[in-house]
């Protein structure tokens, strides 16, 4: 199976990449974690960008918060799918890095998930994965049975608080 390649702007942005890795080991889809800042370590995250289809990689998620550039740069010098995650800093909440990852020009996209969405950005590296494991494919399809299941039981608890 091809790993997820994940990629945070800093340490700082671990709590949501936490996000992501718990699922990726939960749904058994290997990855491979990285420090890169496409300011700060540009010259790694463009070689990792290079490099990423011929290291084996499938898809590669990008977290970064503030002017966030890494997925685009990271887009920009791949054609492997990219998922950008917008982090949330103190100042603007998030709102700044959702829209430097999000409004990317055309030619190179970037899939931008919402303010922190480390789960759904796994999620959707998965499905892209899934698209040739049919095995995982399967396992998606029963986390989503279980997530139905769960909000099922949740309205007939409601239901009983409420509708007498
Ligand atoms: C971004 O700047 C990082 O992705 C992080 O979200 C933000 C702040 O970085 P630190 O100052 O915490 O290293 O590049």
Known sequence: MRKVGILMGSD???PVIRKSTD????LEVPFEVHVYSAHRTPEEAISFAKNAKENGF????AAAGMAAHL????AANTTLPVIGIPC?????????ALLSTVQMP??????TVGIDGGVNAALLSA????VSDEALAARLMAKRKADTENVLKKDAEVSAMFNK
Not at 127 to 130: D, G, H, T
Request: aromatic share 2%.
């Open 58 to 61: 499938g898809v590669i998620i």
């Open 88 to 96: 949330k800093s103190k100042n603007l909440d998030g709102i700044d």
């Open 71 to 74: 997925a685009g740069v990271i």
């Open 12 to 14: 700082s942005d671990l």
């Open 23 to 26: 699922m990726l080991e939960f």
């Open 106 to 111: 055309p030619g190179i996209p970037v899939a």
């Open 127 to 130: 499905e892209i994965i899934a």
